[in-house]
């Protein structure tokens, strides 16, 4: 049975701050997402990250992926208000298409 | 373009009550899914399908049917609703094997059982 776990699950940071978020997985799989979800909302795709070693940038945010830790990071730089919401992390596979496995999300805060 | 298209938004219902969230998609994708949000617990896959006609269990099945009569739909139906049932239901498609999987989300529907 394939288990995503993220921490923290819970983040309060000030502006200008930088943190990073852990995403572990339990079996092989071929890609990791991560989503951002504001509060009441829909999920947002922020990243996919398909092969060993990929890293993704947008804006102040920076994901990775070791394929061989079942890891994937979620990099924040700087870090701005705007940025408070939850992000996940989800796993699937090629052949899964929208069927994915869900870590339990990282409430973000950041503080004035 | 849509994309994924939830109805209703809201919606409150007495125990033992039935009733059908509705999904639909506008971009020919084959992969359907139905999650269920709840707090602290992530997104949890409660049924799925790859293509017309064709379903299968997720991790959460229990209390829910599916049905996939068209690329385009993916009824979630509640034969009986229980209060465990409340929770923000999540509808999600991609493309299938071979092209982009990355999976869209229509905007949820938050369903309360009294």
């Known amino acids: 049975e394939l288990k995503v776990e993220q921490n923290p699950l819970f983040l309060s940071m000030q502006e200008g701050k930088n943190y990073t978020i852990y995403c572990n997985y339990s079996t092989t799989s071929d890609r990791l997402y991560w989503y951002r979800q504001d509060p009441g909302k829909s999920l947002e795709s922020l990243f996919v990250l398909l092969s060993n070693g990929a890293v993704k940038q947008e804006g102040r945010l920076m994901a990775s992926l070791d394929t061989k830790a079942r890891l994937s990071t979620l990099h924040i730089t700087a870090a701005v208000h705007d940025l408070s919401a939850t992000y996940f992390c989800?796993?699937?596979?090629?052949?899964?298409?929208?069927?994915?496995?869900f870590g339990e999300g990282t409430q973000l805060t950041v503080n004035p | 373009n849509a994309g994924v298209t939830q109805t209703p938004k809201f919606q409150v219902l007495k125990t033992g009550q039935s009733m059908t969230l509705q999904c639909a998609q506008d971009?020919?994708?084959?992969?359907m899914s139905w999650y269920r949000q709840d707090p602290g617990m992530g997104l949890r896959l409660i049924h799925y399908s790859v293509g017309a006609g064709i379903t299968d269990q997720g991790e959460v099945p229990n209390g829910y049917n599916v049905s996939r009569s068209t690329t385009e739909d993916f009824p979630l139906r509640l034969l009986s609703a229980a209060p465990s049932q409340t929770s923000v239901y999540f509808c999600?498609?991609?493309?299938?094997?071979?092209?982009?999987?990355?999976?869209?989300f229509g905007q949820g529907t938050r369903l309360t059982v009294v």
């Open positions: 989800a796993v699937g596979r090629e052949t899964s298409g929208s069927r994915l496995t």
């Open positions: 999600a498609s991609s493309y299938p094997p071979g092209r982009n999987t990355e999976a869209f």
């Open positions: 971009m020919n994708h084959e992969y």
